[in-house]
């Protein structure tokens, strides 16, 4: 993997996509994570305007320590770059008053989970609406096109993914030709929806190295009479979130009323 040519190429790809949508630069969700530190700083070499935001919801303070501190490492060394804080975490308390009791406490936390990364989308394309910038996507290929682990109209919502085209484990390893701290680099992935800190392995069942031996594996149409046990589980696991999610994966549904009908 030459992760130099890869990031020269996506930088491209970014400038090239915002001036032919003739828009002034980019913003950016930064979370603290992986995903998010190699998207704003491909989005900072373009040299086009990158707004990195910063929309905490009842985060944990490491988190937003690592997403503060890659911003400032940003800003420091790009003078395109600018931040904003926005806390979501009045607003998302006062929504959670407003909603009717529930039975089944699970599928609230999910379904509050899931608004948690819908505000954030809201907020992302009010300040691109503001100053005219396009929301640069965070999924990589795995999550994306794999086992469907994002939100709906929430992470998912935006105008363009440089990096879906990455396993996980290629997003890291250009983290590293971009220069990301140690700090998010060795940190544990998670998507920061959970109040009490569960990691992205936590919810999948699985490492997405794993994730992506499976992705891989199925694309290659190989024999699984040979698998050995963790493999046929992590082939299960893969197979069920890829299932379950394929709803986000797929074009909207459109039913199609036929000619004769509308006669």
Request: include cysteine.
């Amino acid at each position: 993997m030459n992760t130099a040519n890869i990031v020269a190429h996506i930088v491209k790809w970014l400038d090239d996509y915002s001036a032919r949508a003739r828009t002034n630069g980019f913003v950016v969700g930064v979370s603290g994570g992986i995903d998010s530190a190699v998207t704003s700083s491909l989005a900072a070499r373009t040299g086009r305007p990158t707004l990195c935001l910063e929309m905490p919801i009842h985060q944990d303070d490491s988190q937003v320590t690592r997403a503060h501190n890659h911003i400032n490492a940003l800003m420091s060394t790009h003078d395109n770059v600018a931040t904003m804080r926005v806390d979501l975490t009045p607003t998302f308390d006062q929504f959670v008053k407003s909603l009717p009791p529930v039975n089944d406490e699970d599928d609230r936390f999910l379904a509050l989970a899931n608004t948690r990364a819908r505000l954030r989308m809201s907020t992302l394309y009010y300040f691109a609406a503001l100053h005219g910038h396009l929301v640069a996507g965070t999924g990589n290929k795995v999550e994306d096109f794999g086992v469907g682990f994002y939100t709906k109209y929430g992470d998912g919502g935006v105008d363009l993914s440089p990096i879906a085209d990455l396993m996980k484990t290629e997003v890291f390893a250009l983290g590293k030709e971009l220069g990301v701290a140690d700090e998010i680099l060795q940190a544990a992935p998670t998507d920061g929806l959970w109040a009490d800190g569960r990691t992205d392995e936590d919810q999948l069942g699985a490492t997405y190295p794993e994730l992506e031996w499976a992705m891989d594996f199925i694309d290659s149409g190989s024999d699984e009479a040979a698998l050995d046990r963790r493999q046929t589980e992590v082939l299960a696991i893969y197979r069920g979130h890829h299932n379950a999610n394929r709803h986000k994966m797929a074009p909207i549904p459109v039913c199609i009323v036929p000619a004769a009908d509308r006669t």
